[in-house]
């Protein structure tokens, strides 16, 4: 089975501190995402990242940055929390579309986070 | 830009009987997939079925079944024979040129025994 890790499910940080949030996957995916997830807003992409050290902006970047150093692991980083990020961030990793079998997004368990 | 709404943000269905989730999506794109996701209350999203739009047939996956209706852009889930365990949040999600998943805002299913 596709096991997609997340570094914390519940995590606590101050406003104004670097928060980093680490996601790890062992299937071998070339896709990346992290999205965040609010009540009524469904989820929204932050950021995916296609292969190692590539990234690109989704749709809610602001305030974000990620970091995909090896093909496993990918990375997303507050540079400096605000209140306003306090949510709950999902990791999801894929195959690329070409690469045939069942293509579909698998999600770890997500991590609440709250900014105080 | 490709949007899905799902217009029933709360459901609720008793044991054993069937419950269908609607999901409408706009594209202009003519290959894509759809999804439905669930969410139980344990907050791991898994995969419930995919669609791949250049499929007639409609996708099942034992008590889950959707209808894709390709021209009304409407992917709809059937849950049949309801069980306690199918209580979460479900959410549809489209898939397109740009690999990237739009969801819905969710449906909150509640099984009742």
């Known amino acids: 089975d596709v096991k997609v890790t997340q570094s914390s499910r519940y995590l606590v940080k101050r406003t104004g501190e670097k928060v980093f949030l680490e996601c790890v996957q062992d299937?071998?995916?070339?896709?990346m995402f992290w999205y965040r997830q609010d009540p009524g807003l469904g989820l929204r992409l932050i950021y995916f990242s296609y292969d190692v050290k590539m990234k690109e902006k989704g749709d809610i970047p602001e305030g974000y940055s990620v970091s995909r150093e090896k093909k496993e692991r990918f990375s997303l980083i507050l540079e400096s929390a605000s209140t306003n990020q306090t949510s709950m961030y999902l990791c999801a990793s894929s195959t690329r579309r070409t690469s045939g079998g069942l293509y579909t997004q698998y999600f770890g368990p997500g991590t609440r986070l709250t900014v105080l | 830009a490709q949007t899905v709404t799902q217009s029933q943000p709360e459901m609720s269905v008793q044991e054993a009987e069937t419950v269908t989730l609607s999901c409408t999506y706009d594209t202009s794109e003519n290959n894509y997939y759809l999804f439905w996701y669930k969410q139980p209350p344990s907050r791991q999203m898994i995969l419930v079925i995919r669609q791949e739009a250049y499929k007639q047939q409609n996708a099942t996956e034992n008590r889950f079944s959707v209808n894709f209706q390709k021209a009304a852009k409407s992917f709809s889930l059937k849950i049949s024979d309801s069980q306690l365990g199918d209580t979460a949040m479900y959410f549809c999600a489209f898939d397109g040129a740009t690999n990237k998943l739009i969801f819905g805002t969710g449906t909150l299913l509640a099984v009742q025994p």
């Open positions: 299937m071998d995916h070339e896709n």
